[in-house]
């Protein structure tokens, strides 16, 4: 029987029943004959055990490993490698084994897999529980995106279901000062059971789980299942000898077995609720600075992040009155007053949240009232703000300079002056969020500057519905990799969650940027229409072209099927003309992007995740040509569609 805890910042650790002995394992990456190599790191308390070698790292994903093995695995062998001087003065070792193997234990067998490994088809835990290795051990860096926990649980049931055994599985958890957010999770499983659960977000830096477990089950299992189908010839892992115990000749009897337990997966609406959350407040905390400013429009993307800060505001006051003497230490950091204890979320939004309404002349009384609106109910400090005197300004040096004055299109204005319009006002608010992130706190008499949040979803940047160098052009953007069909959901949830009644009025209101004058006092401009597509279809095409990796000709083959039953042929076409067209044209907008929370697999950041080009042939006339001549053959083998 064995006494197991977990550290879920990717330590695993391994008691002996009577805590004589602690087994302690990491990840890290040492250089060895120029090449690089990521490693799993096992001490026996200060005494280095082995360095076992990880073979297959992460080579998609926003945080592609740039550390690579580069020796072929059916090669290589075990050696020993000669640690630096100031490890041997600490553990009095001169080598340690270095390789691929396990460590033999008096009464068990213990292998390791990092990270990526799980994922792989050819994952280690395979070849070493046929080894007959029983126990095994992950200390991750998984990050977060929405949906994606069930995979990972999934695959260490699967791991143990299929041979026996038991997994370790600790994962970090926070944000690495990256677009990421890891996920924690944290899970001990055994025979395809989980007996252990870690939380998936929380502020806690410090996570332990614990589960007691008794390894004649895992024998007992792989003798009953697995025996008559174990490989009678494979390649037997090198083992390393290790003079340590996990059980007990006696006391061991009378400890309890954990049970398995039904792993609680969180909705993808609190996951949006959370991941973000946990991820503002870690940079908030590092950075250094007072607390945020939105541009607060009182569409849905802008009240999704107001929402999130909200929810960062719950997780910080539950935190405090939980006792988390560390969050409210950066608290107090943050709004400058070591004597403040936060007692109720809207409070501490008040202190650190700023919100203002960028109004125009084009702007409706509907969209300001719905921002006052929300912005009351969560309790962020609300300004008002008219750029119609910025923007005269500016077009009035252009009209010295040229002697002209350009007009918008209902006016009788071009395409171009239409589209030069609309940008000059929202790069104003650009600057006046900036102008009044650094001084509005000065003004009110109080230290420190704000970090500006952006709210362009990841749907609008796939097409590049936005304006380069506008607001959306902000310190970090929480809602950045999350859909726009995503965001809705989120913010019915949050009509329920935290009784935010204001959001229904804006969750009915059409999308709109309101950069056009108004129709009889109306909003004459909607976001799908500008698009010329619905934001659920960009959601489809967003996955087609980054997950599925299709260009213009393949998307409409698919897309024929899928949308057959709402679209003809010419009309699907039709929209992916449109769409690559708007990507190609646009694509420039990504090398500038606001860092973005990671939340889904199709963002199209290209800093570090989509490393596509940025700049495209526009007419895309190989492929436009092929999606032609289809319809014509579809229209012509059947006329009445």
Request: with cysteine; charged share 20%.
């Amino acid at each position: 029987m064995a006494f197991i805890l977990l550290f879920c910042v990717s330590f695993v650790f391994i008691f002996s029943i009577r805590l004589h002995y602690v087994l302690i394992g990491f990840t890290f990456t040492i250089f060895i004959s120029h090449h690089s190599f990521h490693f799993h790191h096992v001490f026996l308390f200060l005494f280095i055990l082995a360095l076992l070698c990880g073979w297959m790292l992460c080579q998609i994903g926003p945080k592609m490993a740039s550390v690579r093995t580069s020796v072929d695995k059916n090669q290589m062998q075990v050696e020993e490698y000669f640690l630096p001087r100031m490890i041997q003065e600490v553990t009095g070792q001169d080598t340690v084994p270095f390789g691929d193997c396990v460590l033999s234990t008096k009464d068990t067998c213990i292998g390791t897999e990092i990270c990526a490994e799980l994922w792989s088809p050819r994952s280690p835990h395979i070849s070493m529980g046929l080894d007959g290795v029983e126990i095994f051990t992950n200390s991750s860096a998984s990050h977060h995106e929405l949906r994606k926990a069930d995979q990972r649980v999934n695959l260490i049931k699967s791991a143990t279901t299929k041979s026996g055994g038991i997994y370790l599985y600790a994962n970090q958890r926070g944000c690495d000062g990256d677009r990421v957010y890891y996920d924690g999770c944290a899970l001990v499983a055994i025979n395809g059971d989980i007996v252990a659960q870690g939380a998936q977000f929380s502020l806690n830096d410090v996570e332990v789980i614990t589960a007691t477990l008794d390894l004649e089950d895992v024998r007992n299992y792989r003798g009953e299942l697995c025996q008559p189908h174990m490989e009678s010839e494979h390649k037997p892992c090198h083992r390393v000898k290790v003079d340590f115990s996990l059980s007990d000749d006696g006391d061991d009897i009378y400890l309890p077995t954990h049970q398995p337990i039904t792993w609680h997966f969180h909705t993808p609406e609190e996951e949006i609720c959370l991941g973000p959350a946990c991820w503002l407040w870690d940079y908030l905390r590092r950075s250094g600075q007072a607390g945020f400013l939105l541009p607060l429009s009182g569409g849905v993307d802008s009240s999704s992040t107001a929402c999130i800060v909200h929810s960062m505001c719950v997780l910080l006051c539950q935190a405090v009155e939980d006792g988390n003497s560390q969050v409210l230490e950066d608290v107090h950091r943050v709004v400058g007053d070591d004597s403040y204890r936060p007692q109720h979320p809207r409070e501490l939004c008040s202190r650190i949240f700023t919100t203002c309404y960028m109004g125009s002349e084009n702007s409706s009384e509907a969209t300001c009232s719905r921002a006052k609106d929300l912005a009351n109910q969560i309790g962020s400090t609300h300004m008002n703000i008219n750029i119609d005197m910025a923007v005269k300004g500016i077009l009035s040096i252009f009209s010295v300079v040229t002697g002209k004055w350009p007009q918008f299109r209902t006016n009788g204005g071009s395409h171009r002056e239409n589209l030069a319009m609309q940008n000059v006002q929202a790069r104003v608010r650009m600057v006046l969020a900036y102008l009044f992130a650094q001084l509005s706190l000065w003004a009110r008499g109080k230290p420190g500057g704000l970090l500006v949040l952006g709210s362009a979803n990841v749907d609008e940047s796939l097409t590049g519905y936005f304006t380069k160098y506008d607001c959306s052009s902000a310190d970090i953007n929480p809602i950045g990799g999350i859909s726009k069909t995503d965001l809705k959901s989120f913010l019915l949830y949050c009509v329920e969650q935290f009784q935010l009644t204001a959001l229904r009025g804006i969750l009915a209101a059409p999308p709109t940027a309101e950069l056009e004058p108004l129709t009889d006092g109306q909003v004459s401009q909607t976001d799908e229409a500008d698009m010329g597509m619905t934001y659920s279809e960009l959601s489809v095409i967003g996955r087609l072209r980054k997950i599925s990796k299709c260009g213009p000709f393949s998307m409409f083959c698919k897309l024929i099927h899928m949308w057959k039953d709402a679209l003809s042929p010419t009309e699907v076409a039709q929209k992916v003309k449109h769409f690559f067209r708007m990507y190609s044209v646009n694509r420039h907008k990504m090398t500038t992007i606001t860092p973005s929370y990671h939340a889904v697999s199709y963002s199209p950041d290209d800093n570090r995740f989509d490393l596509r080009p940025f700049l495209y042939n526009t007419r895309w006339t190989w492929q436009f040509r092929c999606i032609d001549n289809q319809v014509s053959q579809m229209e012509a083998n059947n006329p009445k569609q």
